[in-house]
Every structure is written in structure tokens, then in C-alpha cells.
């Protein structure tokens, strides 16, 4: 009730980087699809909504965890920065483009950063296991590996980023948030209102 609510409401969202809509994603000399829109979710950008949202804000946000053409909107519940190790440029560009014989980096970057980050997300649950309590949520969170360079101008603020290894085509897609909630008086499908909702909610915490 709580997703079809949100789902049927007139509830603003943030939504960043766009879809890739292409089954099996075409890809260049470097193993980078071509396609840009299946390049998303950037790591640069991808890094500093991992580390402001839920490091800093401690707020979560839903990431489609596939780069092609499906779409699993699943919830951020946590990350681990398992490496941030200082590179050179030519190793940067060893990582991202390998073996190519010339420069590619042609942005402010000057200094660059290796990193590799766990993402925890939460997956689905069922019928027979609902999400009625903190442990049983931890025993659907799914961890996933991300690697990828991060280029940083002269004052260390984060220009650039490029995935590397595996993460080249297996990264998440987009990621998007709700910017508030549905009006207490809302009523979708099935004449639920939101109202009983919260109540419902707040009833079902207070028996655990």
C-alpha cells in the first residue's frame, strides 16, 4: 500500500542521468559503451550521491542497479569505500582506456584517484518474508562491487569520472528520490487513503 500510494500520488521526484533503452548495449575499442545514455549513472556523480545523500545525510535513495534496458528500482541502504588510493595520470588512463598509445583526458583534471566502493542494496522481499523489522530488511540487503577514477582539479573537488574493470558495463543506470510525501487526504486505487496508511504503519511498528 505504502509503494502503490507514492506510485499513484502527485508526489515530485528528482530523477538524474537518463535510461538506457538497448538490450545489449553496443561497445567501443575501451569496452565503454557507446551509447551515452548507457554510460550513466557516471561514477563521479554516482560517488558524491553515495557519499553526501547517505554518508552525510544518512538519506537513502532508489538506483536502477542495471545498465541496460531493464529497470530494478531498488533502495540504497548503505556503502563501504573499500579503496581511495591516489594514481598518476598515465595509470588513470591505463585503467580506462588500455592500451591505446595516446591521451584521452582532455578535461580540468590533474589529479587522479582510483577507487572501489561495496554498495549494500535492499532486494525484494515476499509474502512470506515482509520487511516488518531491522533484522529482517538486513537479511535482503545485496551487496555490489563498483570500481572506477575519479579526476580531481586543483583543488581536489571531484571534475571527472570513468568506470573501470567490470564496472565498465555493469554499473547502475539512474538513481531517483521523492522529494516529499503524498497529502494525507490522497486516495489511490482501490480507495485507499494515505492517511490509513500511516496509521497502519505506525500501528504495525508499535507491535514490534
Known sequence: MIIQSYDQSNVETIFTAKRCLETNPKKDAFDRFVDPNCRDITPDFFHLAMTNMVGKLQRSFIIDVT???EVWNQP???YEVLNFEKITKE????AVFPNAGQSFYIDTAVDFVSVK???DYIGE???E???LS???VDKFIIPVTYEYVLGLDSKGEIVDGEWINDSKTNHPDFLWMPLGRPKMDSKVAGGIMFSDVVELLDKSRACL
Open 67 to 69: 545498465s541496460n534496458v
Open 76 to 78: 540504497v541502504s548503505g
Open 91 to 94: 595509470q588513470a588512463e591505463s
Open 117 to 119: 566502493m561495496r554498495m
Open 125 to 127: 522481499g515476499t509474502s
Open 129 to 131: 518474508f515482509p520487511f
Open 134 to 136: 531491522t533484522k529482517l
